[in-house]
């Protein structure tokens, strides 16, 4: 009789005990997951990589453009030529004059070594040697000005072509053949091969709990898998969303600047990608020293 009254009572608050056994596993799982979360961070921003901008040095027409937007590109690679014909006029002309000055110091040389012969024999005056003596020392001031100009016009034939100053990926070409672009206007955009990187906000609470140098896992949106990351710069400076007052609530908006070099990311990767970086934050929390 009392085994049925037992099991009856088990039976009636057996519901019960079921439902706070789940609600018990139910807490275990939530402490676990905080637990476990706050060992990790999650940190969004954007792909940035190095790029290098080519300027035009001149107003000049786009006469070819031998590399094709995408291609691999390395350092001294020829990525667009500018009509030369102006240039090359310019150093034919400057070397021209130079020619003429050589030969106005090789007379001006001979000269003044036939009145140095006179005046040792007393036959020309000192006011005929100190001439020729200026003379001179004009035409060699002449000859390295026009050297200077076909140094400087050599210089901007050179510039009519257009090399890449980095090894990458040719990412920009904005102006087509025929197209006449102006001085200073960027020619082409080269992505350096340089490893790409994210830039990221560390929250004020977190930043002593990561070092530069340390590892995260950076996944890239519409990229299968996840690449190693480093942390290669933390701010110092911290920076927060627009509160005037720092209080003690206020605090937890304060963030650092932060940069995380995505280790083996493919060459191709362009700049403005979304990508999502997770931080383990193994390290603990600073504490006092003690006094």
């Known amino acids: 009789m009392e085994q049925s009254s037992v099991g009856s009572l088990v039976g009636r608050w057996r519901p019960w005990l079921l439902a706070g056994g789940a609600l018990l596993l139910l807490a275990v799982l939530v402490a676990v997951m905080r637990a476990s979360s706050a060992e990790t961070l999650e940190l969004v921003g954007v792909v940035e990589r190095k790029n290098v901008e080519l300027l035009a040095p001149v107003a000049e027409e786009v006469v070819e453009r031998p590399v094709p937007i995408g291609r691999a590109v390395n350092r001294g690679q020829i990525v667009v030529r500018l009509n030369s014909e102006v240039a090359e006029l310019e150093l034919k002309a400057a070397e021209a004059s130079r020619s003429a000055a050589e030969a106005g110091l090789s007379a001006a040389q001979q000269d003044f070594a036939r009145v140095a012969g006179l005046a040792r024999a007393r036959i020309s005056t000192g006011h005929d040697l100190d001439v020729a003596r200026r003379n001179r020392d004009e035409a060699e001031a002449v000859l390295a000005e026009r050297g200077a100009r076909v140094a400087q016009a050599r210089k901007r034939l050179k510039d009519m072509t257009v090399v890449s100053t980095v090894d990458g990926v040719l990412d920009q070409l904005p102006y087509e053949v025929g197209e006449r672009v102006a001085a200073g206007n960027v020619l082409a955009v080269v992505l350096a091969r340089d490893n790409p990187w994210v830039r990221v906000w560390l929250p004020a609470r977190a ?68 990508a999502t970086v997770t931080v383990p934050l193994s390290q603990p929390a600073l504490q006092p020293a003690p006094r």
Not at 240 to 264: C, D, K, M, N, W
């Open 207 to 274: 930043v002593a709990r990561v070092r530069a140098g340390g590892a995260a896992k950076v996944r890239v949106e519409g990229l299968e898998g996840a690449f190693q990351g480093r942390f290669e710069d933390i701010g110092r400076t911290p920076e927060f969303t627009p509160h005037f007052a720092l209080t003690e609530r206020e605090r937890a908006h304060l963030v650092y600047q932060s940069r995380v070099v995505i280790l083996g990311a493919p060459v191709d990767l362009r700049p403005g990608v979304p």
